[in-house]
């Protein structure tokens, strides 16, 4: 977190462009405990951007579905810009990025009964079947790794059931999302850990559309908001709150 805070403050440098007076459709999935439908305030995640997006006279709304639709709906401009993603060179194609607005870690999940508690390289894994959600990142060397037992969901509740159905050993993802979502299908979550080393440390993005007439705008009016939200100690206010 205090690398986002340091960009955050130097990013307040160099920030001019005018905050726009209009309405921003965002759109995003479930990713419990930090986003959702039936979280306090939608989650941490939306309970930043609605702040961010407000505090610059902008009007805010937020809709959830899944993952591959709320990226072809922001890649089409039937949406503004989508919640919760992830960096890849491959999406800065078609999306503006704001600045990180969080953080996390992505990991190998498992039950209890898989005796992998470390790896050093992603060929051990190569025997065994992972889930995880379509269309996502979990981290850049991960992504690249041809894993022969892959298997996409269209929801990380679909990832995370498959892990408990035995139809996959391990659930790449964040622990935190695996044990919301366990406790969400009734499963008990205290049959859940991770591997180590965890696979990434992901900064958390806004992505803007390129396809709408002002995507730019409503990116660096959205990054200039959150450098001064951040300054103003809201932020970290907003953070705190959550936990």
Do not use: C
Request: aromatic share 12%; charged share 25%.
């Amino acid at each position: 977190m205090k690398k986002i805070k340091s960009l955050l403050l130097l990013s307040g440098l160099v920030l001019s462009a005018p905050l726009l007076a209009q309405e921003v459709h965002y759109t995003t999935l479930n990713w419990p405990p930090f986003i959702g439908e039936n979280e306090d305030r939608h989650g941490v995640l939306a309970e930043i951007v609605k702040q961010t997006t407000e505090s610059s006279g902008t009007d805010y709304t937020l809709e959830f579905t899944a993952w591959t639709k709320a990226l072809d709906d922001v890649l089409a401009g039937n949406k503004d810009a989508i919640v919760g993603a992830y960096y890849s060179e491959e999406r800065t194609k078609n999306y503006h990025y704001s600045l990180p607005i969080y953080s996390v870690f992505t990991g190998l999940v498992k039950r209890d009964g898989i005796d992998i508690q470390f790896i050093q390289s992603f060929d051990e894994l190569n025997s065994y079947r992972i889930s995880k959600l379509a269309n996502s990142v979990v981290g850049e060397a991960f992504d690249k790794h041809p894993f022969p037992n892959m298997k996409t969901f269209e929801t990380e509740q679909e990832a995370v059931q498959a892990l408990f159905d035995g139809e996959v050993d391990f659930y790449a993802g964040n622990f935190d999302v695996a044990k919301a979502l366990a406790k969400k299908i009734g499963k008990d979550s205290a049959e859940l850990s991770i591997v180590q080393p965890p696979i990434n440390e992901q900064e958390i993005f806004v992505m803007f559309s390129k396809a709408t007439e002002n995507g730019l705008e409503q990116r660096d009016a959205f990054n200039q908001s959150l450098v001064k939200l951040q300054a103003s100690g809201q932020y970290d206010s907003i953070v705190s709150s959550f936990k």
